[in-house]
C-alpha cells in the first residue's frame, strides 16, 4: 500500500501502511479454519504453522513460544493478567503480589496495572529521569520476594527513548540468584513491550534476557488486529500464565479463537522484511531524522527535542529510536499546528494515537518532568519506510510557510 502522493505521512509510530509483499502473502493464504480436518483446515493449519516457525527463529525463540493474540494490547493483558491468575490459582491472597512496571509504558500497559491495583496487587511505578530512562537504583530497591513480573517497555511510543534491557534482566538475575534459597522459583519474570522496538533494533529474547515479550504488526508494515507475545515456557513445567480469553483451547491453550491466518502469516512476512531491512533502514533515518532537525531549527530556531539534547548521540549510541522525534515549540499550540499541517498534507501526532480522540496530556511527557505548558507545544514526528530527502525538504517548507503567516 502506498501513501497518496500529495500527502506527506510522518505518524509512522501510529501504525504503518502494509507492505506490498506483505499483502500479497496474506492474500495467497487459504480461508479454511485451521481447526479442520479436511485440506482446505490442513492448508491453513500450515501456514500457520510455518508462520510460527518463522516469527519464533527471528526473536531466538521455540514454536511453542509464540502465542498469538488480537493486538499488541491484548498481548500485554495476556502478559501481566495470565501471570496474576495463574498465580490465583495457587495462592489466596492477591495482596502479597508486586508488579514492577514504570510510568512511561503504554496504556495498555499502565490500565492494564491501575486494574490489577484495584484487585489488591500492588504495583510500583518505576520513574524515569529526563531522557526517558528508567531509574534502576529504584528498580533494585524495588525487587522483593512478593515480586512476580517486571514489566518495561523497550522503546517508547512517543519520544523514542530505549531502555537497557540487558542491565535490567542483569539486576533481576542477581536479585534471583541471590533469593534463590529462600524463593525457588521463576519469579520475578521479566516482560518487555516491544511493538516500537522491533523495526530498528534486534529483539533476540535471548540476548535481552527477557521471559516475555509483546510484538505487533501494525507498526512493522504489517496487517491491524494481530499480536504477539512470546512467552518462554519453562520446560518441562507447563506455562506461568493462564488464558484470559477461554474457549477452545487455541494456542496453546493460552488464547482462544479460531487464528487470523492471512494476519499471521503477514505478520511473519512483515517480521522476515523488517528483520532484513534493519540496520540498512536505521541509517537511513537516522540520517534524515538529524538532516531535518538541524533544517527544522534554522526555521524554528528556539524549537527543542524533547529529551534529548544531543539527537546524533542518543540515536547512534542506541538510546533512541531514529525514527522519533518529540519536538517542543515555544510559543506554539500543539493542536493548532497539527490541524495546519494537515491542511497542508502532512500528518503527525501530538501525543500517542490511541489517546487521539480524546485530548489528554501525554503520560510520557508528563513523566520526564515536563510542564502543561511544554507539553501544549510539543508534536512527534515520526519517519518511516516511505520517508525520504524529498518529502522531508517538502515538509520543513510546509512548517516554514505555516510559521511565516503565524
Ligand atoms: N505498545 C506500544 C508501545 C504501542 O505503541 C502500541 C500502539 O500504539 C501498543 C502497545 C498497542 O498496539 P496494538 O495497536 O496492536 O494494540
New binding site residues.
Partial sequence: MKISRDKIYLDY???TPIDKEVKKTMEQSGFGNPGSLHSFGQEALATVDESREKIAKAIGADFREIIFT???????NLALRGIIKNLKSQISNLKSLRIITSII?????LETCRDLEKEGVEIIYLPVNKQGIVDLKKLEESLNERTILVSI?????EIGIIQPLFEISKIIDNFKKRNFQKNPNYYPLFHT????AFQFLNCNVNNLGIDLM?L????IYGP????ILYARAPYPKPYTLNPIITGGGHEFGLRSGTENVPAISGFAKAIELADKNREKEFKRIAELSAYFWKELKKIYPKAEINNSNDLKFMIYNLRKLPNILNIYFPNQNSQDLLMKLDLNGVAISAG???SGRTAKTSHILKALGLPEKKIKSSLRFSFGKFTNKKEIDKSLRIIKMIFCHN
Fill in positions: 509510530a501510529a501504525t488480537g493486538s499488541a494490547t491484548e498481548a500485554n509504558e503504554h496504556k495498555s500497559i517497555i523497550y522503546a517508547n511510543n513491550d516491544a511493538v516500537q509483546t505487533s504488526a501494525h507498526k491491524k488486529g494481530i499480536g500517542s494515537a490511541c
